[in-house]
């Protein structure tokens, strides 16, 4: 059974910087085959794509972190990160790792992000 533990939030100035880490278990197949995501969902709002880094390194953002935040992943410690930098009031979220192969997800429970103006 897949298990992703997220860790790393907290509360933070803007401008401040905090970084994310998932620790990830349980995979039937080899860590590295795995896309790996970073969600977000702010209170009240939808959950949201932050970024992703897909097996072989290739990474995507959103339009609203690109250029601020860093996904990468480590396939030997079976961990992926979010480098969160220039953090804004509008970043405060519970943020949320995803492992996603051949259709089928498996997420965490979240860490809060709190950014105070």
């Known amino acids: 059974q897949v298990q992703l533990v997220e860790s790393g939030g907290g509360l933070v100035q803007a401008g401040g910087s905090l970084r994310l880490s998932c620790a990830a278990s349980?995979?039937?197949?080899?860590?590295?085959?795995?896309?790996m995501s970073w969600y977000r969902q702010a209170p009240g709002e939808e959950r949201e794509l932050v970024a992703v880094v897909h097996s072989g390194g290739r990474t995507m953002y959103s339009d609203s972190v690109k250029g601020r935040f860093t996904i990468s992943r480590d396939d030997v410690k079976n961990r992926v990160y979010l480098q969160m930098d220039s953090l804004k009031p509008e970043d405060t979220a519970d943020y949320f790792c995803?492992?996603?192969?051949?259709?089928?997800?498996?997420w965490g429970q979240g860490t809060q992000v709190t950014v105070s103006s």
């Open positions: 349980g995979f039937t197949f080899t860590f590295s085959s795995y896309v």
């Open positions: 995803q492992s996603s192969r051949n259709g089928y997800d498996s």
